[in-house]
């Protein structure tokens, strides 16, 4: 098992930069593919971008390409999300995922999930 929490919301301007951080406990980190997705208040959950266990391939929702990335550092047990050039369509729980075998872009498929940090992106 892997219990995740995710840090690094708060409010931004539009135009500006925010990193979110999922701390990892356990020792099989590693194994592990990431995804992050957000909730906006009255949508469904949607994926946002996800990342291999060796950080090596990432995937990302059309609507975050170019301005996100994902990024991971298994020594620290972390994964972020550098998101840059926010706007306020972007407003949202942020929650990070984990999962077995393969990466996924499906809420469905992650087993395991944080408690989510909220994003806000005012105009």
């Known amino acids: 098992q892997v219990q995740l929490v995710e840090s690094g919301g708060g409010l931004v301007q539009a135009g500006g930069s925010l990193r979110l951080s999922c701390a990892a406990s356990?020792?099989?980190?590693?194994?592990?593919?990431m995804g992050w997705f957000r909730q906006a208040p009255g949508k469904e959950r949607e994926f946002v971008a996800a990342?291999?266990?060796?950080?090596?391939?990432?995937a990302y929702a059309d609507s975050v390409k170019g301005r996100f990335t994902t990024s991971r550092d298994n020594a620290k047990n972390t994964v972020y999300l550098q998101m840059n050039s926010l706007k306020p369509e972007d407003t949202a729980v942020y929650y990070c995922?984990?999962?077995?075998?393969?990466?996924?872009?499906?809420?469905?498929?992650?087993?395991?999930w944080g408690q989510g940090t909220q994003v806000t992106v005012s105009s």
């Open positions: 356990g020792r099989t980190f590693s194994s592990y593919y």
């Open positions: 995922a984990a999962r077995r075998l393969s990466s996924s872009p499906y809420v469905n498929d992650y087993a395991y």
């Open positions: 990342i291999s266990w060796s950080g090596g391939n990432t």
